[in-house]
């Protein structure tokens, strides 16, 4: 069964553009351009992921995302003008999983739609192992290992890697990552968050200075970069 894609935008080029390119690559799709229709549509295609732009004729397109949040884990990526932190980081929160700004790059839309329905799948299918390139999470020992050996870890070093290992390509903001991490209250402890990025580093990257694993979304959060990950 081919997977649907739901495109929510109200610019008619923009849609028009999404529409070429998922036919182009394979992608069976359907399109709506107010909230509204959104959901009647959402809730009669049951698509495998959801394009959002913010800026919708009849309101605000992460009250759209909350109230999908309500309902379901689909994968949401926001594709908007809106290029300010603080929107791009209230998206992010509220529930997407991906943002992109416009103008966009399609091939990048496209690399990060892929990497999202693989994450998605591989969550629904989680099993005890989990591997992304020279790491490897054993979920029933709660051992990481790195070019098979075993890291010394502290019992927060090991809940960060495991987090951003089952969360893999995906931009995490630093409020969501707190949260899971050290738990409801510590959304605004910044310096924890730094401090243990850090350390993590220092351990899994081969330049602290220059990571390849924990990249840095500036002023937003963090993304853990897998370029080959299996298991789930």
Request: a neutral charge.
């Amino acid at each position: 069964m081919k997977q649907i894609i739901q495109i929510i935008e109200d610019d008619p080029s923009v849609k028009k553009l999404l529409e070429i390119t998922f036919k182009e690559y394979g992608f069976e799709y359907v399109s709506c351009e107010n909230k509204k229709t959104a959901m009647m549509t959402f809730l009669g295609y049951n698509p495998a992921l959801l394009i959002v732009d913010l800026g919708l004729p009849d309101g605000d397109g992460k009250e759209f995302i909350h109230q999908i949040r309500e309902i379901s884990k689909i994968p949401i990526i926001v594709l908007s003008a809106r290029h300010d932190e603080k929107e791009i980081i209230a998206a992010l929160d509220v529930g997407a999983d991906d943002y992109i700004t416009k103008p966009f790059s399609v091939n990048e839309l496209l690399a990060r739609i892929r990497a999202t329905l693989r994450r998605n799948i591989n969550e629904e299918s989680l099993c005890d192992k989990v591997v992304c390139n020279d790491l490897e999470l054993d979920i029933l020992t709660r051992d990481i290992y790195f070019k098979k050996e075993k890291l010394k870890l502290t019992p927060i070093e090991y809940e960060l890697l495991k987090y951003f290992l089952l969360h893999p390509n995906k931009t995490l903001t630093h409020k969501q990552i707190l949260k899971e991490v050290w738990g409801t209250g510590y959304q605004n402890e910044m310096q924890y968050l730094r401090t243990y990025i850090n350390t993590l580093r220092k351990k899994i990257e081969d330049n602290s200075t220059r990571p390849n694993y924990i990249k840095t979304e500036s002023g937003i959060g963090y993304r853990f970069s897998c370029t080959k990950n299996q298991g789930f």
